[in-house]
């Protein structure tokens, strides 16, 4: 028997064929590991659905699964990536036009698609999967596909090339009645009714830790010591507590000796391919035990096998928007039953397994049992903007799964009149049509669009690409080895050099590591930059250079574009020594990161700032100084 006819969705093969058929929306419950992301797109083409030159697409809310799923599944056909299974994530793609017929994509990715392609007429099939994480760009193609669906049906009528949209919903809980009532004609099939789930021992805490990274550390080195063989899984809650845990562990293990060694792995979202799949990797259970920590990701989106045990610490880290602040940051807080129960569920795969809970079981039963969808807790702008490329104007008469609040309606509304976008009826403008175009945040492209004006967009596109950097810049925070990379008047200026300087190296690794500058990032930097060169030229954008003017200070053209799109975030020095928002008394109080050039030295007055970061106190970084007289147009 084929490997894959041992998975639990195998024997569900026939009625998912079926009610598909049947139903235009099919909402497909199963736990994690049961074979849904991996197999159902296959089903589909071997049914036929990718015939005639269409497609069946599959999204994923991170880049880390969708990549790492594709590869998986076009492993499993014998065949490499790119070929008839395909990918699509921001910056980078292995799709071949002709052969793909299954692809896997990013939620935002194919929410540009609509942009080109408004009824997506290229897919036959669209699997909208991980649907119980309510993403914000899930939630906002719950909304988009429900009125292509509906449009689609219509015009099949009319014209026999256009056929019906079906969609698959896919989600790891339960709770899928809203979603039911949400699509018409839709039918929730359950996966696995019979499967055997072995039971999984959960260890609460007597008393609630004060510091569960150290509990975690801990708790890992006991089950080596005291448990039979069995991987381990560890939840934190991003990449520093992981490697911290990584080091930590690495310290103790490596001066041990014991039967069973242990080999640690990291595993979070901004990881290059061949590390990913190290956590994949099979290995003698009798000789060596993996210790995998990782993310919120390894909760369902990713199925490793061979977890026996898992620690979770009992928080997650997710987007907070705080409209008064006009402000998104990170923010860690307690994880919901619902997820809770999917971390403990890892354990008990292949057999019974064990979850420690480094909480008690009372602050177990006050947690909530879903989090907030995050459309309730996050920046707008972006999204309601390319809501209105597509054409609908009336954002509030949008028929959202959980209506956003109005406050971060309102607020993003407001930013894009400010940027130009919309006019003062709410139109979408020129602008705003070019601004939606670019794969960049509304403000981030609107500094590329200025520098048009200023005739540096030369300069300005190598800062937008450097900011676009989802990955650390900086191996370590102390600027004593990039003294001669840094830029006094600022971050941004100080990352035009930096790229500059490293184009100049030939693009050297050597160079980056002798100023502890983070090669990948640099790599990843450059391919931003000529996507990026790409959309210039499509809207016949010049890429000039401000040395080629005869400006006096060269800076200040550049300094100038940065202005007209992050105008929200100026700050004030203070008497104290600190920066207070112009725009917004709430935001005070703000000390300069250690990590930005001003912090070596500085005493402008007026600052503007691309993020904050909340840690022992509120601190800004990625900072250039201004004049307040160029926020007044
Ligand atoms: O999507 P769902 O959680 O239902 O499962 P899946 O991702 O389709 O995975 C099905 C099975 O494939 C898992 O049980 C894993 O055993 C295996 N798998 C793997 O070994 N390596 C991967 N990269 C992905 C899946
Ligand atoms: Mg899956």
Redesign the pocket.
Known sequence: MNI?QT?P?YENKKDILYLLEKYSTLIII???????????PKYLWESGWADGGRQIVCTQPRRI?TV??A???A?EMNQSVGKTVGYSVRFDEQIDDNLTRIKYTTDGMLLREMMLDPLLLRYSVIMV??AHERSLNTDMLFGLLKKIQKARFLKKSENSRIDELKLII?S?TLQVEQLQKYFQNSYILT?GKGQRIYPVDIMYLEEPCINYLDKCYHTVIDIQNSQPPGDILVFLTGKEEIDTLIERLDNFFSTQKSKISVVLLALYSQMSMEKQ?KV?QQTNPSMTRKVIVSTNVAE??????GIVYVVDCGFIKIKSYSPLEAMESLVVVPVSQSSANQRSGRAG?NRPGKCYRLYTEDSFSKLDHNLIPEISRSNLTPLILQLKNMGIDNILNFDFLTLPPTNNLASALETLYKLGAIDDNGKLTETGGILSEFPLDPQLSKVLLTSQRFHCTFECLIIVSMLSLQSNLYDIQSHSHRKDVLIRQGDHLTLLNIFQQFQQSNYSKSWCKSRQINYKSMTMALKIKNQLQAYLKKFSIPIQSIQDTDEKDLTIPIRKCIVAGFFNNIVRLQSDGTYKSIGNPLLDNLYIHPISVLSLQNSSPFLLYNEILYTTKRFIKDLIVIEPEWLIK
């Open positions: 894959h998975l969705i199963g736990t994690t590991g049961c074979g849904k992301t991996t197999q159902i699964s790492s799923v590869t998986r599944v492993d999967d991980e896919s790891a996966i799949l994949f369902t989106s990713l199925t490793i096998d795969r």
